[in-house]
């Protein structure tokens, strides 16, 4: 591992001005996946700010009737949430589909969005990937693809954003607030919130050097059926094939978003709006551009029978 300075910081601004001082910094606060990514030297930080004491672990009702979820709330803690359990059940269904207890106990909200992909060649830093090392091609185009992208790709990376969490936050429509060094804060609607690949799949938020993550906001419930099912290799600790979030109204209308087809949680507003024509027309718009390999292809097939049995049982 290499070595790196570590810093405690004592509100968000000052995270966000230290990030911006110290050229390669991280915030760490979980490290789920960062501490792995160091062991591997694939993230080599030279200055790690501790985020854990900023005070951002707690769930707060809005005044529009939603709920402000602190980017540090641990993943078990969100799920087992009364509000969360209540009023948007898919999240609380996503969280507990994610890696194991242990993992739930210490990832945070913040951290779940910013995870890094799971492609192989991304943790293999003998093969090629632009993810990694932009501009070294993408060994995934060429070689094993199963758990690759079907649609949202580009030449030049083929890989799925792994996470449960944001596919339900995407279909609920949540915004993530963030401060920058100077202070300043943001809110960014999540459907903004992840860069499409193109030419540049290192660059992977809409976020600005050194700015943090401090909530996740979410709007006032929706009501209706919630349901999160998510399709996998084996039973758990296992990131999705397919999976697919979907909010229902009794009257047929209602929402969608699907994991492990993309970069990022993919939904799209025209499809969420054929909803009450039935899964063929929310598959055909969802996966219009879709471009598989031949190794996973069989996504598609997956994509559609998962999209109509989570319609079936929302609509029974």
């Not at 799971?118 to 932009?134: A, E, G, L, V, W």
């Not at 039973?235 to 990022?264: E, I, M, N």
Request: charged share 20%.
């Amino acid at each position: 591992m290499k070595a790196f300075t570590y810093e405690r910081v004592k509100t968000p601004a000052d995270a966000a001005l230290s990030a911006t001082r110290h050229a390669g910094a991280k915030f760490i606060a979980g490290g789920t996946n960062l501490l792995d990514l160091m062991k591997l030297e694939i993230e080599t930080p030279t200055h790690l700010i501790d985020v854990n004491g900023l005070g951002l672990d707690t769930i707060e009702p809005t005044a529009q009737g939603g709920l402000r979820i602190g980017a540090l709330v641990r993943n078990t803690d969100l799920a087992a949430d009364e509000r969360v359990r209540r009023d948007y059940a898919v999240l609380s269904r996503a969280l507990l589909a994610g890696a194991s207890g242990q993992l739930r106990n210490r990832a945070t909200t913040a951290g779940n969005l910013l995870q890094r992909t799971r492609c192989p060649y991304f943790y293999d830093t003998c093969q090629p990937c632009n993810k990694r090392s932009p501009g070294s091609g993408c060994a995934a185009l060429d070689g094993f693809s199963r758990q690759h992208a079907v649609v949202g790709l580009s030449d030049a990376c083929i890989a799925t954003h792994p996470s449960d969490m944001a596919v339900a936050m995407q279909v609920l429509d949540a915004e993530v607030e963030t401060v920058q060094a100077d202070g300043n804060t943001r809110r960014i609607p999540l459907s903004e919130f992840y860069l499409a690949p193109g030419d540049t799949p290192h660059l992977e938020t809409v976020l600005a050097p050194g700015e943090m993550i401090t909530a996740v906001t979410l709007p006032a419930p929706l009501g209706g059926v919630h349901i999160y099912r998510k399709v996998r290799d084996r039973a758990s600790y296992a990131f999705a094939l397919v999976s697919v979030a979907a909010v229902v109204q009794p009257d047929g209308t209602g929402r969608v978003a699907l994991g492990g087809v993309a970069h990022k949680p993919w939904r799209m507003a025209e499809a969420d709006a054929r909803l009450p024509e039935g899964a063929q027309a929310v598959y055909d718009t969802l996966f219009a551009g879709a471009k598989p390999t031949p190794e996973n292809a069989f996504k598609l097939i997956l994509a559609k029978r998962t999209l109509a049995s989570v319609l079936t049982e929302a609509r029974a």
